[in-house]
T-cell receptor
Framework: EAQVTQNPRYLITVTGKKLTVTCSQN?????MSWYRQDPGLGLRQIYY???????DKGDVPEGYKVSRKEKRNFPLILESPSPNQTSLYFC???????????FGQGTRLTVV | GQNIDQPTEMTATEGAIVQINCTYQ??????LFWYQQHAGEAPTFLSY????GLEEKGRFSSFLSRSKGYSYLLLKELQMKDSASYLC????????????FGSGTQLTVLP
């Protein structure tokens, strides 16, 4: 089954404690992205990747890091989380720009 | 710059027809998507328009006018399960940034 898998689904953490949200896709897609979704603001892109070892900033990259060492995986790293990073996060993959994006089930992160 | 706008909320009655509008501004437009998102769930693909005109897919249709920077999603024979947020998103040509999303339109279907 074609899917994008994120883990964990829910996470509560404390300010400053490094965390990683994993994302994996099994469709051999080149493009992967991370979004955060906040009430009234819609989905905002954090980082995206066009292929292995190729990443770039989206609209709201501050406080986040990503890596793309393998085609299937695109982890999101918060080196020092802060309460304003409390949000619902989605990973997405697609075959290319302008093609349907497949989303993971989301990670609800709370930073206290 | 880039901008995309859609109404925040809409309400309609079961069995009715509803049209959700989306306007956008971007350079190098390369297509517009509609996604459906139920509360707390992932967005799921509904439609993609790259050329002007109407694309019909069952109860859902999507229209695009590139010259006007305008799209709409038409939902017919509304069902309670259609209560969800509907997101429009455009793709800018020459950009690898994929999708720029609107804030979403929360549709409530009443019995």
């Amino acid at each position: 089954e074609a899917q994008v898998t994120q883990n964990p689904r829910y996470l509560i953490t404390v300010t400053g404690k490094k965390l990683t949200v994993t994302c994996s896709q099994n469709m051999n897609h080149e493009y992967m992205s991370w979004y955060r979704q906040d009430p009234g603001l819609g989905l905002r892109q954090i980082y995206y990747s066009m292929n292995v070892e190729v990443t770039d900033k989206g609209d709201v990259p501050e406080g986040y890091k990503v890596s793309r060492k393998e085609k299937r995986n695109f982890p999101l790293i918060l080196e020092s989380p802060s309460p304003n990073q409390t949000s619902l996060y989605f990973c997405a993959s697609s075959a290319g720009a302008g093609t349907e994006a497949f989303f993971g089930q989301g990670t609800r992160l709370t930073v206290v | 710059g880039q901008n995309i706008d859609q109404p925040t909320e809409m309400t309609a009655t079961e069995g009715a027809i509803v049209q959700i509008n989306c306007t956008y501004q971007t350079s190098g437009f390369n297509g517009l998507f509609w996604y459906q998102q139920h509360a707390g769930e992932a967005p799921t693909f509904l439609s993609y328009n790259v050329l002007d005109g109407l694309e019909e897919k069952g109860r859902f249709s999507s229209f695009l006018s590139r010259s006007k920077g305008y799209s709409y999603l038409l939902l017919k024979e509304l069902q309670m399960k259609d209560s969800a947020s509907y997101l429009c998103a455009f793709v800018s040509s020459g950009s690898a940034r994929q999708l720029t999303f609107g804030s979403g339109t929360q549709l409530t279907v009443l019995p």
